[in-house]
């Protein structure tokens, strides 16, 4: 399985970016994906992730009403959308994915990971 990211860069403050994630490997929609970030001097904290089979998405607390998780499975390919982007948001975002996961926000049960998009909010 390949996770290939895209859409990472530089806004300044209130701006908006779309990073997407596709997948490659999985043949089925039963599967998770997630963003995650780090910060510089910060541990990977969870920020989206959803079951790309059906439901709703899961978000942390610091992103919700901000950041919105898409997914476009003909294209295997989920989307995160971020407004209102801040200065704490700057981070190197990754992508994950795994068969399966007890929490989306948690990275310990994901297997596949994306090599990071650069976001930086000034």
């Known amino acids: 399985v390949q996770l290939v990211e895209s859409g990472g860069g530089s806004v300044q403050a209130g701006g908006s970016l779309t990073l997407s994630c596709r997948q490659s490997g999985y043949t089925t929609n039963n599967i998770v994906m997630g963003w995650f970030r780090q910060a510089p001097g910060q541990e990977r904290e969870g920020v989206a992730g959803l079951y790309v089979g059906g439901g709703d998405p899961y978000y942390a607390d610091s992103v919700k009403g901000r950041f919105t998780l898409v997914r476009d499975n003909p294209k295997k390919t989920v989307h995160l959308q971020m407004n209102n982007l801040q200065p704490e948001d700057t981070a190197i975002y990754y992508c994950?994915?795994?068969?399966?996961?007890?929490?989306?926000?948690?990275?310990?049960?994901?297997?596949?990971w994306g090599q990071g998009t650069q976001v930086t909010v000034s």
């Open positions: 994950a994915a795994a068969g399966w996961v007890s929490d989306p926000l948690v990275e310990g049960g994901y297997k596949y």
